[in-house]
Every structure is written in C-alpha cells, then in structure tokens.
C-alpha cells in the first residue's frame, strides 16, 4: 500500500494537483480524468494511491459509452463553485436519457462507488417504480414470482390496504 | 427499423435490472415510501423477505430522517382513531377519502395518545397500553402493569439508541399518608416484553402524554402561578432512565406556554389563546437556550373561537399551520390570508392528536409473535 497518508474524504486534496488518469473501458476506449474529479469514485481513490506511474486503470465492468458519461459527471461535480441550484438542474440533466442508460449508470456507480451518482440514479429508478403494480414490477425488473396463487393471494389479503 | 431498436434497448434495460445486486436494490428500495414497499412484498419472495426484515425497515427510517422528507408525515388523533393526510388538504381537489383514514382496532380503541417516535405511536386503552403502526398497520397490545392512574398521570414514548429499544413510560402521582404527592413510575421496553419500576424521588409535576425527541421525552413544568409563572421544559432520558437538567423556555412578555410540539426535528412550544396574538417558539438548536426563535405569530380572532386551547400540530410545504381547536376541531390554517378550512374528522368532543411519520418499524421488535 502507498506510505502516503489517504485523502480526507472531505476536501480530498489531490496528491499531484492537475495530475491526468488514465481509465480504460470494457471495450478498449481510454479516457482522460483529472485527479480531483476522479476521487469522486472510492473504487478509484483506492487504485491512484497505489499507482502513480500513469499506467490505465483498467475497468472491465463499464463500456465506453458510459465511462464517458461518468467521467463528465465527476469533473462537473468536482468543479469548483457551481453553486447547488445549477448542480442540481444539471443532475436533473444528466439523468434525463433513457431508462436502460440510467441502469447502466447505476451499475457503474455502483461498481466505482460514486455516492453522488449512486443517490441521484436511485431516486430516478425509485420515482419510475413507486406508483407500479407487482406485475409490473416483475416485467421491469424481469423477475419470476415463485409464489403460488394461494401465497401471493395471502400476501395480498394481509396488505390489501396497500392496493386500494 | 425505428420499432426493433427501441423494443431492443427496452429488453436491454430489463436484462440490465435484472443484474442488479442485493445492495442496488436495497438502495433503490429504501428510498419508495412504505405504501409501494408492503405492494411490493408481493413481488417474489426474495422481495418479501428483504422488505420484511426489521434492517431493513431501520436503512428506510435512516434515510427518511436524513432526508427529512415531510412528505411522509401524517396526523393520528384519538376519538375515533383516524390518521389525516395533512398535506391532501392544501391541495385544490379535495377527496375525503384520501384525507382522513379510520383505524379500527376493536376493543382496543384508544381513549388518549401516549406517544410517537419513528413510525410507532403509543396508544393509551383501558387496560394499558397499545403500541401501534398506523402505516402498516401492525400493532402489538402491552401486558397489563399493576400501576393504576387514579387521577393525575403522564404517559411518554420514545427511542433509545444505545439500546436500540423503543420505551413506554408511565407514571402516576397518589398523596402519600403525609399529604405530600408520591410519584410511582414505569417503564416498558418493547425487547424486554416487561414493566420494570424505577426509581422516582422529586418527579416533577408533569401531565399528560410528552413528546420525543432526540432521546429523551419533554414536558412543560410550571412552578408558581399567575403573574410570577416560572416555565421550563423537563426531558426523561430514555437511556438513563431519569429526569435531566430543565430546559429553559424563553420568557417573552405575556406568555404563558400550553404545549410542546415537533417541528422539522426541533422542539417548539406554543402559547395559550388568551391574548390577541398566538404565538409559539421553536428551539433552533437542542438544549441551547439562546437558539429559541418566534415560530409564528397569529391574531386570535382570526382563528374559530375556542373554550380550553389551540394547538398547532403540523406546517404543510406551503407554510400553512393545521390547529386542532379545543378537543373537537382541525383546521388548515392560512397565516398569509387568514382564512381556513376544515379536515372531515370525526370527533367525540375527546379528541387528542399527534404526527408521525411513513415507516415500516415494527412493534414487535425484539418480540417476534
């Protein structure tokens, strides 16, 4: 491990400020990142510290399309004074595209561990669901109910409150 | 063409969701109000279980306080149990369905309110207590304890983190063979399943239900009276199990204090109606005298007339105020214009009312039935 001491999750100060990472995606595409804007990621934070020859981080769990994305996301939150109204109309932005988009930003949130794009992608894909029915829940998460009829009528009748 | 690719991308999306991990749909989950969650039990099983489990239930009430998501809050009031969709009211449309609900809980119909914290509200019934969820509707009726409130008694509710354990408290004052007045107190944990007394030299004179907060239940105490009224407000921790050092309430001139409210998780007392103007404070920061502030000002005789008190119980997103007048009334109150409209409660002259918030706690916690 790195004898430097680890960043403040506060004002994570970068070591080399400026510095240039380097990010390969699933699909062989190389992206640019400023060191501010990538400690945005916990998953990076913990691989620039060990690393600080240049050599691509390789992210095998997100294609070019989206690392792109992401990349933009982070440097536009690691700007600094934006204030929280302009932020916030460009997240509303940022997460203005199409359902299948946003899922892929979850998973890549997820897997670099972004809480900022983690928050603001699971209350998108919370707003779309909340008003569904369980049917429709099982379509768009594509899952299969293994309840019997008798189960799921229990379950039903013990919340029926919850349909009406 | 146009058709195939978006049919493609939608399937995508699906195949996309489906790789979502425990974690992901954790916090997709935790963020959907309680209503959608019970809908969703229904879903598969594996959704059943993640969405019963009482961890689960303490992520969602963790972020709703972080959150402060008020949309969430509601009124309970007792003489006929009803919960009221505050907010619905501000709204043009008016639905009476969707603004007050009715709870039936049979024999077991509350003849006061003891308490709310987190989703939970302590029921009192005639032979004891009644911890209940108004939103999920679980409830779970306390033992009988051999403390018999004759005439005057306070009742409390509330959380304690460092037992992870929700209290009921009860006490009740007697006059002792040398006329002075004598304090038995109790205590109900909902893990232990048990009343448990505790010690109670030199309880203050408290009355009626407290309200919680940060760990501890408040009440107003006065010494004194008329003119030379002395006020502060008495807080029972929760965790220790005593009384603790009064909070003093700021002395404005003419005020007297009736009750103690919550608002956006701050402690606010509101004055009686004798004077021309209504007015309450609210304590800015807990426990530090100087962070008091005025919270509202109203002139009286634009509010109904009331006999006995008004209390201010909750304040919708557009700055309205909800007043329960007397013990029979509810009104949503408009402090810009002065006008106000009435909920379609149901009332028998007894009602008592508290707010509370969309959880998924259960009562039976430690106490799996």
């Known amino acids: 491990m790195s004898s430097s001491p680890p960043p403040s999750s506060a004002a994570a100060s970068p070591s080399c400020p400026k510095k240039m990472i380097a990010l390969r995606s699933s699909d062989g595409e190389t992206f640019e990142i400023e060191e501010a804007a990538a400690l945005q990621s916990k998953t990076l934070e913990n691989m620039i510290d060990e690393d600080c020859a240049g050599t691509p981080i390789p992210l095998p769990n997100v ?8 990349v933009e996301f982070c440097s536009k939150h690691a700007e600094p004074g934006v204030d929280d109204e302009s932020l916030r109309a460009w997240d509303a932005e940022f997460v203005n595209v199409e359902q299948a988009t946003v899922f892929d930003y979850i998973l890549a949130a997820n897997f670099l561990e972004i809480p900022t794009l983690l928050n603001l992608t699971c209350n998108v894909v919370a707003d779309m669901i909340r008003g569904k029915t369980p049917d429709e829940i099982r379509k768009f998460f594509n899952i299969k109910s293994i309840f019997s009829p008798e189960e799921e009528e229990e379950v039903r009748r013990e919340n029926h409150w919850a349909f009406e | ?3 195939l690719l978006a049919e493609t991308s939608r399937s995508l999306g699906f195949a996309v969701a489906q790789s979502f991990t425990e974690d992901i749909l954790i916090e997709i989950l935790s963020r959907l109000p309680v209503k959608s969650l019970v ?25 709703l306080i972080l959150e402060n998501i008020t949309p969430s809050q509601k009124i309970i009031k007792s003489n006929p149990l009803q919960t009221i969709d505050y907010e619905a009211l501000d709204n043009d449309e008016v639905n009476n369905h969707v603004v007050v609900e009715s709870h039936d809980l049979g024999k077991d119909e509350p003849w006061g309110l003891a308490g709310s914290c987190n989703g939970l509200v302590s029921l009192a019934v005639n032979d004891g207590f009644l911890v209940y969820n108004p939103t999920t509707k679980e409830s779970r009726k306390l033992p009988g304890s051999d403390l018999v409130a004759e005439h005057e008694f306070f009742h409390g509710f509330g959380y304690s983190s460092t037992t992870d354990d929700y209290k009921v408290v009860h006490g009740a004052f007697s006059k002792a063979n040398d006329g002075s007045k004598e304090c038995v107190l109790e205590i109900f944990s909902l893990r232990s399943g048990s009343w448990r007394r505790v010690p109670s030299k030199d309880v203050p ?29 008495i807080p029972f921790g929760l965790a220790t199990e ?20 919550i608002h956006r998780g701050r402690l606010f007392a509101y004055d009686v109606t004798w004077r021309l103007c209504f007015e309450a404070w609210i304590m800015n920061e807990y426990g530090k005298g100087e962070s008091w502030t005025r919270l509202f000002s109203v002139p009286t005789d634009g509010l109904p007339a009331c006999q006995f008190y008004t209390i201010p119980i ?4 557009s700055k309205k105020i909800v007043f329960q007048i007397d013990v029979s009334e509810m009104i949503l109150f408009n402090p810009e214009d002065g006008t106000y409209k009435n909920y379609p409660i ?19 916690v430690g106490h799996e039935p």
């Open chain 2, 242 to 261: 005593t009384f603790e050092e009064a909070i003093p309430i700021p002395k404005v001139e003419g005020i007297v204090y009736e009750g103690l409210g």
């Open chain 1, 63 to 70: 294609t070019g399309k989206i690392l792109a994305k992401v």
């Open chain 2, 39 to 63: 809908r969703f039990k229904c879903v598969s099983k594996r959704w059943r279980s993640l969405i019963s489990e009482p961890h689960f239930a303490k992520l969602h009430l963790q972020r």
């Open chain 2, 346 to 364: 149901e009332e028998d002259d007894n009602v008592e009312s508290a707010i509370y918030v969309e959880t998924l706690v259960s009562p039976h």
């Open chain 2, 205 to 233: 004179k408290l009355s009626g239900p407290g309200i919680y907060l940060n760990g501890s239940v408040h009440w107003i105490v006065n010494h004194g009276n008329g003119s030379r009224i002395e006020q502060a407000i």
């Open chain 2, 1 to 3: 063409m146009k058709r």
């Open chain 2, 314 to 317: 909750a304040f919708t997103q």
